[in-house]
């Protein structure tokens, strides 16, 4: 593992990968989504990647707004209701060129 310069090891976190709500499952750990906030509460967002929506909690407090896009990278949480993120990076997606993005996204899973 590789050391920072006090000497500490810090350890590796899994990879988030890309997924769309609907295709999330019992075995995933990280993910990483994007889509459009439609609701925030407080120290939680609903995300709707058009295929489904989710409930991203996050423990610090963040900046957004209702009608953004961004990107979210978390952890998956099981919920009564299938699963809940719990959110490490929200990152503003507005503007990007979401075409761009889809064919750049579609490159890599090749």
């Known amino acids: 593992m590789p050391e920072t310069l006090e000497g500490f090891v810090s350890p590796r976190r899994l990879p988030a990968y890309e997924k769309k709500v609907t295709e999330i499952g019992k075995d995933d750990v990280r993910v990483r989504l994007l889509g459009m906030v439609i609701d925030k509460k407080e120290n939680v967002i609903v995300l709707d990647d058009g295929t489904g929506k989710i409930n991203v909690i996050f423990t610090e407090p963040f900046e957004t707004e209702v009608n ?28 990007v060129d979401l075409e761009l993005y889809k064919k750049v996204s579609e490159l890599e899973k090749e």
Not at 68 to 95: H, N, T, Y
């Open 68 to 95: 953004k896009r961004v990107r979210v990278f978390g952890r998956v949480i099981p919920a009564e209701e299938g699963f809940e993120i719990q959110g490490e990076i929200l990152q503003d997606m507005s503007d």
